[in-house]
């Protein structure tokens, strides 16, 4: 087991599809970064001014503002969250389909159980796909946090930061604002992750690569659309993961229970068709 | 001839035993106009009679140049991004996947690279014309549901209840037929050039290409983002300082021709054999 998920583990993170996505990720991480400091610089030389009247809230020029996941400006910012559940699937969610496709699946499963070998898999899976997502993420904030102080949130500052008591992990941002970076970036990993699982178990029924990766995305779209247009009032939280895997910058503030079920979700679908497959003859 | 018999296997293989695809178009532009039906009533407004035009430009009314506001976060137009990028997923499969497997054997037997290629490129234009004739037998089919006018006209209420910029609201009537021509000879070139970018980089690469410039045209109004053209709400047929529908015929025009005939003869250099780099 211990050898099967080494050699997993290397397969996803040293594939040029994981760099390529790692790439695009981190380009648009850096590209927000840039902008948003020449933004603070712009911001600065207003406090400067508005410093002299004693009117100016310092702590808004903080790191914390600025932050890939707290920032409401950057048109990188959105695309990346645009992107994330793409590039997520894109390092090794396909790799079971074509593995079996190709044939090396049954020359591994010769030598290995499948329990291991699918577990292997999954799991290789869900770690390429949380970490193309959460080293932009913590790019973002170590490029910022070069440049920028890291001071602490006034909740005075409410209508800069945009974050308000309704905001998930709200109260933490206002006391414990490094504490509200690492409950986002794990979020972010474990959604980026267990939807790269979950596209991963879709190809033990779908055959195309591309279908594969671009079809849950063009879904999520759906639900996207279904939200704000067909379910207009009725659900007055974030459900698709373009905004609720953002602090800020949304029309809805996300509720804590709605995510948790939404990953419960992918992870018991990706078990239960993991379970349904287990016996499933590959050949 | 032979271009004629390569694009009739295309349409067997990638249009036919697809048939499933003309399900979901039918099926998204008839919840979009159940979305627009009930808008009215949602929104506290007197309803009115919806016509085809109405549904129509509902389907591609994209949104309004963006302005940031704090307290206005800027949201993407989630219905029209689906309905383009519904059809350049539909469009980006079959042609590589053609030149990787028998694609590569017909063009040998036919000892004719450029046939091959304008094949798919009329394929690209037909494929992206079914996309849009089933949207509009989606809609009719709801217009006759729900006894609503079968023209193009378009009422005068729309606007304000799509959130167009009411401010530079140009006077009704609206003739919306050149826009539509525009927006789905747009709708051809950004497919066929997402094609042409699909043989060098992969068809998940060349999407990701796509949705970055639909969002970004979403983001930024601007003559060189193509989805520009592609939004009724930025459209000059219904707002000043509009983009041109004429304009956009034009571009989307020259697109085409530019991926026909550079890209026939960028093909026709490209190792075929070694995944796509040029010779």
Redesign the interface.
Known sequence: MRNMIKTELGKATRNFWFL?ALL?GCALALTSAINNVNVFEETLIGAAYLGEHKWWDMSSSSVFKYWIVTD??Q?AT??FF??LP?LAV?PYAWSYGVEKKSGYALNVLARTSRKSYLFAKFLAVFISGGLVITIPIVLNFVFLACIMPARLPDIYGI??F?INERSLFSSFFYTNPLVYCLLFIGLNFFFAGLWAMFTSALSFYLK?R??V???PF?FL??V???????L??ILRTEITPFAFLRG????YSADIAIVSLILLFLLGFTLVLAWQNRKKDIL | MRTLKFLALDLRIATLREWPRGLVTFF?FV??A??LF??PS?EGKVPFALSLGDYLVNAFAGMKEYV?D?RN????P??W??AF??IA?FT??HPYQDLMGSGKHIMLLSGNRFRWWAAKCAWVAITVLLYFAIGVIALLFWVSLTQGGLGLAVSSQMPGLLKFDTMLLVQPPWEILGFLFGLVSMTVAICLVQMLVTLYVK???G??CT??LL??SA??KNIFLLGNYLMAARSAVFIRDGLSWQAGLVVSLVLIAAVLFLGGFMFKRMDILDGGRLA
């Open positions: 390529v695009v409401f400006i048109p959105f695309l645009l992107l793409l894109l209508i800069f945009g195309n591309v279908v990766t671009i079809a063009l779209l759906f996207k659309f279904l939200h704000d247009n067909v207009l009032g800020t910058g949304t029309n | 998204l919840l979009a159940l979305a009930r808008l949602l940031f704090p976060p800027f949201d993407y989630a219905l991004l689906l990028l519904l997923f980006l499969r068809p998940v690469l999407f990701v949705v970055s969002f970004l983001f930024f």
